[in-house]
């Protein structure tokens, strides 16, 4: 694991989009997952840039949705899909895309989703964004770290953090499907990114356990952050 340092937003965006060049330049048909959610906003700047002016192409790359809540439709206000397709998706140029479906059987997307990670031949890149409590995607503390896609309960913080992307009331945020920590492990690069004030708890937690090699569920970030193929990128922000 190395923790890097950025000054802004912006320069971390830049850092991870240059990496995502490479891997696509090495394996244009690379399998990319980026979280939905505006910690990933640089990232999402800094790709859909490159794609505009020619230095990317994402015509031969898939891109996996990380999450979703349970019950809320893939177009909806406040759907991490609706969220990806927006801000993303629909600038970045993937032909090949798969998105959790909030309405249809969870178990059943589990194993879709499943079926697309090996297709792919498993993640070539993930950029996580850490939550408050430590969570990556809606693996919530006490996660079992071998699990791999599967149906989540959603912590109290992280349904209330979520009311943000919801132009009204946010319906009852109780379960939702995501990779799991097995998923993330198994990837061959990994991104951990945070970039607020608000993260400043969690990241001097994670980095006091990754010190004294103590990653548990009860941070399950300091799971993925572990990894040596891992790099845990923070703005100056987060220590402002």
Not at 36 to 45: E, I, K, N, Q
Not at 149 to 175: C, I, M, N, R
Request: charged share 20%; proline share 5%; net charge negative.
């Amino acid at each position: 694991m190395d923790m890097i340092r950025f000054s802004d937003d912006r320069a971390v965006g830049e850092y991870i989009a240059d990496g995502i060049c490479r891997i696509v330049g090495q394996k244009p048909d690379a399998l990319i997952c980026i979280a939905a959610g505006t910690t990933s906003f640089p990232v999402f700047d800094a790709i859909r840039a490159r794609v505009a002016d020619g230095r990317l192409s994402l015509e031969k790359a898939a891109f996996m949705g990380m999450d979703e809540w349970v019950g809320l439709p893939m177009d909806a206000d406040g759907a991490m899909a609706d969220f990806l397709r927006r801000h993303f998706l629909d600038s970045a140029g993937f032909q090949d895309v798969f998105l959790f479906d909030g309405m249809a059987n969870p178990e059943g997307e589990c194993v879709l989703a499943e079926r697309f990670i090996a297709e792919h031949g498993n993640f070539d890149v993930i950029v996580f964004g850490v939550g408050v409590n430590g969570h990556v995607a809606l693996n919530e503390p006490g996660v079992d770290p071998a699990l791999h896609t599967h149906v989540a309960d959603v912590a109290g913080v992280t349904a209330s953090v979520a009311q943000k992307y919801f132009e009204g009331d946010a319906p009852p945020l109780k379960q939702g499907v995501t990779i799991g920590i097995a998923n993330a492990l198994e990837a061959k690069k990994l991104y951990v990114m945070a970039n607020s004030p608000q993260k400043r708890p969690v990241v001097e937690r994670i980095l006091r356990m990754i010190g004294n090699q103590n990653p548990t569920s009860e941070v399950p970030a300091s799971f993925v952050v572990a990894q040596p193929q891992a790099e845990f990128c923070v703005t100056d922000d987060v220590f402002a």
